[in-house]
């Protein structure tokens, strides 16, 4: 092996190789002097080498990151082909060990006891660990009282991969009874990630309670999920310095929404992930202390909990609303000012807000930095003479209307929802249509001019017109702005006149003194 390392490049910085001995890695280091990062899954390990060490010098203590892929960890217990188990644990019980990742799938028949005794051979032979991450389908939380030992870990992320919390198996001085979990303490853990839930999970409970300085929480949950009132009831008289909560699940209902709200309680950063539309009224009533919110995957059942949430929102920063790779229904829809209800459209659309009518100020006018939304224009397909119509610029005013109160925004990206409305607008009701929100002084923008910290427009997305007047007027009133993404993004079928617009305006950019950065890039 060491002549095959000899033709190795100088500048390699990275080897994935099978069957690599301990001395094959110090041969390889020794020829490539650049080398960051080697993954032997013979030694079952993923060397790194960025920390300090002599060249040359190599040996399982140096060790930082361990990664024990499940199909190779079987088969050194079953057929012992590769690496003892005892010589798994040589290579982890180093002190400078500070990364564990043990991965378990269903199809590899590993007995829970197996998995839980791995956790526990290698994390007491690791005092240092400061990030460890489990995925397998066994009950994690009997490895909690494990971790109180862990006096360095700040990360902790589990994924039950759909186990039933509270079956796990019976070990000595592995599984501890409720009365050693409930006096257990992650005191040092600040992020904490649990995946793959399912069922009533009040087990975890004991999990966030023994982390009183948890700062970040990610649940991501696989069907329908509760949490009793009690057990929620004693995480929140403990985790009070949340400040980061991140909420996905496959399918749920507006309890489940609520008793996450009510779970992050004064939290700044909220990430809702869900399937389908539902109410946001908790978050409207919950939400004042927020300072970011993204929604991904909904708007909400009623537009109007979004409004009176952003009324109400006096410390929010950042809200995105954007649509999800694959559920695009996050937009906010304006009517048109020929929009009218006869066909109750309303009740079929219950996640539009309706911006039309007086303004009303929003909440986090003087502090919201960062807006992402999806607007849209909703109009009639037909006027009053039966003739096929198309919205007007002037339609769209009662957006900037709302957006020149923003007087601190940084970035704006503006967003179109590229998937049919569900119901078919347009089709069975009675002829309206959508269009996405244009961009261009045409249609208003100019109502934007107190926005002078702008430095981020983005607006791939738009039915935007923006040729050189609309950069002059950025160079004008927008001193900070430094990119407008999307600039030279066509239509499809845009015409001549849209391509000529775009070429313009991407020269102006460079030629311009005052031009407005990284512009003509769309990426």
């Known amino acids: ?46 060397v790194d080498l960025t920390s300090e060490r002599q060249v040359g010098l190599l040996d399982l203590d140096s060790v930082r990151r361990l990664f024990v892929a499940n199909s190779q960890l079987t088969r050194s217990f079953a057929t012992n082909q590769a690496l003892e188990h005892g010589d798994l644990l040589s290579a982890a019980r180093c002190s400078r060990l500070r990364y564990l990742d043990l991965r378990f799938q269903r199809q590899s028949r590993c007995s829970s006891s197996r998995a839980l005794g791995l956790v526990f051979d290698v994390t007491l032979g690791s005092p240092f660990l400061a990030h460890v991450a489990l995925r397998g389908p066994y009950d994690w939380t009997a490895t909690l009282g494990l971790f109180s030992y862990c006096r360095c870990l700040a990360q902790l992320n589990l994924d039950f991969d759909g186990a039933i919390i509270g079956e796990a198996p019976m070990m000595p001085d592995l599984i501890y009874d409720e009365s050693t979990m409930g006096a257990a303490r992650l005191m040092t853990v600040t992020q904490m990630s649990l995946g793959g839930l399912t069922g009533s999970i009040d087990k975890i409970s004991a999990l966030l309670s023994a982390s009183p300085n948890l700062e970040t929480l990610t649940i991501e949950v696989d069907g329908d999920w509760s949490l009793r009132e009690k057990s929620r009831a004693d995480v929140m008289s403990i985790v009070r310095n949340l400040q980061s909560l991140t909420w996905k699940a496959t399918q749920a209902g507006e309890w489940a929404l609520d008793q996450m709200l009510a779970l992050g309680g004064q939290a700044k950063k909220l990430t809702i992930v869900v399937p389908h539309p539902q109410s946001l009224s908790s978050l409207t009533r919950s939400g004042t202390a927020l300072e970011s919110l993204t929604l991904d995957g909904i708007l909400g059942a009623f537009g109007s909990d979004v409004q009176s949430f952003l009324e109400r929102a006096t410390r929010l920063r950042e809200f995105c609303t ?21 066909a109750g459209l309303m009740d079929d659309l219950p996640w539009m807000l309706d911006l039309e009518g007086p303004t009303r100020v929003w909440g986090c006018s003087e502090t919201l930095t960062h807006l992402e939304m999806a607007i849209e224009c909703l109009y009639p397909a037909f006027d009053e003479r039966n003739q096929v119509t ?22 704006l990206r503006l967003g179109q929802r590229r998937a049919p409305i569900p119901g078919g607008v347009g089709e069975g009701h009675g002829g309206y249509q959508t269009s996405c929100l244009m961009f261009s002084l045409e ?47 066509l239509p499809p079928g845009a015409g001549q006149h849209c391509i000529v617009r775009a070429d313009l305006a991407a020269d102006w950019v460079l030629t311009h003194p005052r031009g407005v950065g990284r512009s003509h890039h769309t990426a």
Request: hydrophobic share 45%.
């Open 443 to 489: 249609s208003g923008i100019d109502l934007l001019r107190d926005m002078q910290a702008m430095r981020t427009l983005d607006v791939r997305w738009t039915a935007h017109r923006i040729g050189v007047p609309e950069l002059e007027w950025f160079s004008t009133h927008w001193p900070k702005l430094d990119a407008v993404l999307g600039l030279t993004d």
């Open 322 to 342: 954007l649509p999800s790779a694959l559920l695009e229904q996050n937009h906010l829809m304006i009517r048109s000012h020929h929009f009218h209800d006869g």
């Open 390 to 411: 198309a919205p007007s610029p002037v339609e769209h005013t009662v957006v900037y209307q709302q957006l020149g109160l923003l007087v601190n925004l940084q970035l």
């Open 1 to 46: 092996m060491s002549v095959l390392f000899s033709l190795l490049p100088l500048e390699l910085v990275g080897l994935v190789a099978d069957y690599l001995s301990e001395s094959d890695i110090a041969a390889c280091t020794r020829v490539s002097r650049g080398l960051r990062r080697i993954w032997a899954p013979y030694l079952f390990c993923e």
